[in-house]
């Protein structure tokens, strides 16, 4: 059974920064790639950053520019380094292994992010 551990979450003022990390048991991480999601209250989860197994990385709109995807494959771990938070960004951010428009593997519990002054 994979699990997924999330953590880096808090509360930071628009403008500010966090990194978020994930880190998976068992080998998921060889020849997968990676995903960080999030849900804000009232909304479905969406994808905002994916980073394949050789290193190529895609964003969600909303955030190029400001959010990096990055995987250590020898700790299983992914990170996601967020810049110039906005108040949309506000939501549980989760990890997880994409499969076309659904994920392979049962959800974390997540980290919270909320940006407000």
């Known amino acids: 059974q994979v699990q997924f551990v999330e953590s880096g979450g808090g509360l930071v003022q628009p403008g500010g920064s966090l990194r978020l990390s994930c880190a998976a048991s068992?080998?998921?991480?060889?020849?997968?790639?990676m995903g960080w999601y999030r849900q804000a209250p009232g909304k479905q989860r969406e994808l905002v950053a994916e980073?394949?197994?050789?290193?190529?990385?895609s964003y969600e709109d909303s955030v190029k520019g400001r959010f990096t995807i990055s995987r250590d494959t020898a700790k299983n771990t992914v990170y996601l380094q967020m810049n110039n938070l906005k108040p949309e960004d506000t939501a549980v951010y989760h990890c997880?292994?994409?499969?076309?428009?659904?994920?392979?593997?049962?959800w974390g519990q997540g980290t919270q992010v909320t940006v407000s002054s």
């Open positions: 997880n292994v994409p499969d076309g428009p659904f994920v392979k593997h049962s």
């Open positions: 068992g080998t998921i991480f060889r020849g997968y790639a």
């Open positions: 980073i394949q197994s050789g290193g190529s990385t």
